[in-house]
């Protein structure tokens, strides 16, 4: 897993790859994206803001915040896609139509409809053991 030089993002990345294997007690605990961000917003000083909300299937949430360069950083990762990391951005890919999936009761986003079908074939075959790790 590659280190990012912004503490929210590690925060994001941690919740969605380890949530996904096993939590302190060995049982899965998925974690999903509940509040995708639809746009950064900003404070009353005129500094960009973004938060993220995560929740866990173990029923906790997480609120991930950041502000200025590192809100626009946790803004573009909170819109990846969750099987080729593409992102799911109008600003980036004009044509994107974000679908998302219930998975085992779990959200996910995906770009295309085809993310979304290679990624249901992986864990039928490897089940909740497989995660990705981009
Ligand atoms: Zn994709």
Avoid at 63 to 78: C, H, V
Avoid at 86 to 96: A, C, P, R
């Amino acid at each position: 897993m590659k280190i990012s030089q912004y503490g929210s993002i590690d925060a994001l990345q941690q919740l969605l790859i380890l949530g996904d294997q096993y939590n302190t007690h060995g049982i899965p605990s998925p974690c999903w994206i509940t509040k995708h961000p639809q746009r950064i917003h900003y404070t009353q000083e005129g500094e960009e803001y973004c938060f993220v909300e995560v929740t866990c299937r173990d029923g906790v949430q997480y609120g991930i915040q950041a502000f200025g360069d590192e809100a626009i950083a946790l803004y573009i990762e909170a819109n990846k896609c969750y099987m080729c990391g593409l992102s799911m951005l109008n600003e980036y890919n004009k044509d994107i139509q974000p679908i998302e999936e219930t998975i085992d009761g779990v959200n996910y986003m995906f770009d295309s409809i085809g993310c979304a079908l290679v990624f249901k074939k992986l864990r039928s075959i490897y089940g909740i053991d497989f995660c990705l790790n981009n």
